[in-house]
């Protein structure tokens, strides 16, 4: 078993990897950061706001980020629906199939070929050890629709769900995404 520094060195070194994967294509890890997380979140959490949350960044550095990826036709801005006061963002076609280009695969391929019970507690404490460390920068952790206290699974038929803080329905799909309102059940 590893002592603790080690453990923490180790996170580190993962991170610089991570960072150093980040600068594939031409991008900034701020911009593919950006893009993952467009591509998970949902409706409500996909807003300048929410993204800043997310990436723990000051408005300022995601507005430069989000100008970028407009000029290059990865994302575009349009007014949200649901508040006209603000926008949401959507990723472009071209900003889908860029996606699959994201240096994170080869992290990713490694992370699947651990064995499934060291992938399972390696997760957990992944997410334990992030949702402590937004907490004492007074961050939200973020998490998925389906895991939160309010959402209501099929209540309104089989994969049409609810959340009832928001009051907006939910198809099936939108249950597996990440949302800046998630709040652990």
């Known amino acids: 078993m590893r002592n603790d520094g080690e453990t923490i060195e180790l996170i580190e070194r993962l991170a610089r990897l991570v960072t150093n994967e980040g600068h594939a294509h031409g991008m900034k890890p701020a911009q593919w950061e950006a893009l993952r997380f467009l591509a998970r979140a949902n409706r409500f959490s996909r807003t300048p706001g929410g993204l800043t949350a997310y990436l723990g960044l000051t408005k300022g550095t995601v507005s430069q980020t989000l100008m970028s990826l407009e000029r290059a036709g990865l994302v575009e801005k349009t007014a949200n629906p649901g508040d006209g ?29 651990l064995p499934l019970s060291l992938r399972a507690s390696l997760g ?25 206290r309010h959402f209501a699974a099929d209540a309104r038929g089989s994969g049409q769900h609810y959340c009832r803080l928001l009051k907006q329905p939910l198809e099936d799909a939108e249950a597996e995404q990440i949302c800046q309102e998630q709040e652990a059940a």
């Open 85 to 113: 006061r603000s926008v949401r963002l959507d990723l472009t076609e071209k900003g889908r199939a860029l996606l699959p280009l994201d240096g994170m695969a080869t992290i990713k391929q490694a992370f699947e070929a």
């Open 124 to 148: 957990d404490g992944v997410a334990a050890l992030v949702t402590s460390a937004l907490a004492a920068r007074s961050g939200r952790a973020f998490g998925i629709c389906r895991d939160c």
